[in-house]
């Protein structure tokens, strides 16, 4: 802005957000979270990484206070709130398109599922006495895919984190645990997604003779971008000269959660070959020039 001269009259701020992924806790977003007043003081505490360390541990051990709970920001702290980001996925690429206008953006619900068996010799035990945790929990994975197929169009479903104990080729697993998530831009559909496989779970643990504890981790809402804003990126980068496509976000974002706070727009670049959270994850950087043209001339036109 400063080398093109251009000055707006409102304050502008570039925010850069930590713990956007999910990777350490299972639970992504948290410093948007933080700011759009989404993190109690027992969330501080009973989030935990896969050591047992709390969030607040963490947050202490990086010279942070801890205090995020005040780090709550008022509604209409901000008029508007932008991202940039990959697609994450092929589309764009594939069509040939160079933006992506967001029209809204997708949620998850993650349910941390434990079936509890006994473990025993796997030699010695016969298979008619086995209690065996991990064979409840590959049917329900399978499952998981089943209650998502007649909804695929607006939903997905994903076991993407799985620990046996004790792990070992030798022995009878004693416990399973699993992770399983569906995202859906329509919350009514992803409430039903779990209502359906909790039913499973439940049915599967009476069928296996198995003891389980299920319990929901995350469970946050779709939003769906305001149509003034998606209007606005999708005018500012046809009139760039950019091809656009108007498409929901199957990832959830930090805009996801500063909905809370004011209105919230994102952009979408292409991927190569639609990889991410990956090493092969890559923009090209005629695409994030493009990105970043769109991004500039839609703050300025507000």
């Known amino acids: ?56 541990e963490v947050v202490r051990e990086c010279g942070f206070s801890g205090n995020l709970v005040e780090c709550r920001l008022p509604k209409g702290y901000y008029s508007n709130f932008f991202e940039l980001h990959i697609e994450q996925g092929p589309v764009l690429e594939s069509m040939n398109v160079d933006i992506g206008v967001v029209t809204g953006i997708s949620a998850p619900s993650r349910i941390k599922l434990t079936f509890k068996g006994v ?119 046809r009139r760039l000269g950019y091809s656009t496509l108007k498409m929901p976000s199957g990832a959830s974002h930090d805009a996801a959660h500063m909905a809370e706070i004011c209105d919230v727009g994102m952009i979408f670049i292409p991927c190569k070959g639609g990889f991410s959270h990956m090493p092969k994850e890559e923009a090209s950087i005629t695409s994030i020039v493009k990105g970043v043209d769109v991004l500039f001339h839609t703050i300025v036109s507000l």
Request: aromatic share 6%; with cysteine.
């Open 1 to 56: 802005m400063r080398r093109f001269g251009v000055r707006i009259d409102k304050q502008l701020d570039v925010i850069v957000f930590a713990c956007e992924e999910a990777e350490r806790f299972n639970i992504g977003c948290l410093g948007s979270k933080a700011i759009a007043g989404k993190l109690s003081r027992e969330d501080l505490v009973s989030i935990k990484d896969e050591s047992g360390k709390t969030l607040l």
């Open 119 to 237: 473990p025993g010799h796997s030699g010695t035990v016969p298979m008619g006495y086995r209690r065996d945790a991990l064979l409840p929990l590959a049917e329900v994975i399978l499952a998981v895919r089943r209650v998502v197929e007649p909804v695929r169009d607006v939903a997905v479903g994903t076991v993407g984190y799985v620990r046996v104990k004790p792990n070992v080729a030798t022995v009878i697993p004693g416990e399973a645990t699993a992770i399983i998530e569906f995202r859906s831009i329509n919350k009514r559909v992803k409430d039903q997604l779990v209502k359906l496989i909790l039913e499973r779970i439940f049915d599967i643990s009476v069928k296996y003779d198995v003891q389980y504890n299920a319990e929901i981790m995350v469970d946050d809402e779709p939003i769906y971008i305001p149509g003034y804003i998606v209007e606005l990126i999708d005018n500012v980068a």
